[in-house]
């Protein structure tokens, strides 16, 4: 038998070549076995692959919904609406834009509010700081209802759409917001101004602060209250500093990252009042009162004569479980 000789002693392997088929089909007969070795493989690796599912689905319960299809009633069921929460309510808010230099304008406003609706004590920090707040129930001044543009007919219908500087930068913005009980959301009031100085007034004096990047804005709560009422909580806001991913918690604990900006809360001017149906909350600015607060949030004057921004919040939907209980 041919072999090899190993240099460390007399022993014999056997020959590689002696394994090969001898013969005229010898090449052939290679091929056929290498395919059917081959083939083998691939059969035995589908084998074990079939049993690791069938494994995973007698071991993991939640795989089975993976290895079945859904019937057509669940399939439907994704199609559906996404229901409100019974507490939910449903805020409308208007952003006004009046012309700072009609008092007259400004007075027949501020004769129809009750600003006596606000604690003495809470309105008394919100005049020291440049704010003017009440709420206005009934009808409308005539001036306010104005530049809302109420009409009591549809305007005609134009297919022809004409952009001016009225519809690029219209006067009166209308927003609708849905809140539960447990959310809040922003309000912004003032455009993003690359450097700010704010004055703010407190029991022991002012306070003097510069911002970078800041923007006024309220955050809003709302809840329902008894009566077919809510109550709404509004509360000033400067938003300032470079746009980063923050930490933020939730009511079920879970920890969001979420991109804003730095807060400079003013707590002692949080406002919490109670609305019915039909009532409007109002929050603009005094007169005479550059350099407040009031005026940071209210006022603006873009190459232009200067102009007061009027917040209007009121209830547009009462909460459904207020309905259910005052039918019960």
């Known amino acids: ?131 003017r707040v009440g709420v206005l129930g009934g009808a409308l001044p005539d001036g306010l209802a104005r530049q809302l543009n109420l009409q009591s007919e549809l305007p005609e219908v134009s297919s022809e759409r004409v952009i001016t500087d009225q519809s690029a930068n219209p006067t009166v913005v209308r927003r609708v917001l849905q809140l539960n009980r447990h959310e809040s959301a922003t309000i912004q009031s003032s455009d993003l101004h690359d450097k700010l100085h704010v004055l703010f007034a407190t029991d022991s004096g002012l306070q003097g602060h510069s911002y970078r ?55 002692q001017l949080n406002l919490k009042i109670e609305l019915a149906p039909g009532e409007l909350l109002i929050v603009s600015c005094l007169p005479d009162a550059s350099g407040s607060l009031g005026n940071v949030f209210h006022s603006q004057s873009h190459n232009g004569p200067t102009e007061h921004k009027i917040v209007l919040v009121r209830m547009l939907e009462v909460p459904r479980s207020e309905i259910l209980a005052n039918v019960e």
């Open 1 to 131: 038998m041919p072999g090899y000789i190993d240099t460390r002693g007399v022993v014999a392997y056997p020959s590689r070549l002696s394994s090969v088929p001898q013969g005229p089909y010898s090449h052939r007969q290679l091929i056929v076995d290498a395919a059917l070795h081959s083939l083998g493989l691939e059969v035995r690796s589908r084998l074990v692959i079939a049993m690791m599912i069938l494994v995973a689905a007698f071991i993991l319960p939640g795989c089975t919904v993976l290895l079945s299809t859904p019937p057509p009633s669940d399939v439907k069921s994704f199609l559906k609406a996404v229901e409100t929460a019974p507490d939910s309510v449903t805020l409308e808010i208007f952003h006004v834009r009046l012309p700072a230099a009609d008092r007259e304008l400004d007075e027949e406003l501020w004769q129809a509010v009750d600003e006596q609706s606000v604690d003495v004590g809470l309105r008394r920090r919100l005049v020291r700081n440049g704010f």
């Open 213 to 267: 990047q800041a923007q006024a804005s309220f955050s809003l709560r709302a809840a329902a209250a008894p009566g077919q009422r809510i109550t709404v909580e509004l509360n000033p806001e400067l938003h300032h500093g470079e746009m980063r991913n923050r930490y933020a918690g939730s009511d079920q604990g879970i920890f969001m990252v979420t991109p804003s900006r730095e807060r400079e809360s003013y707590e």
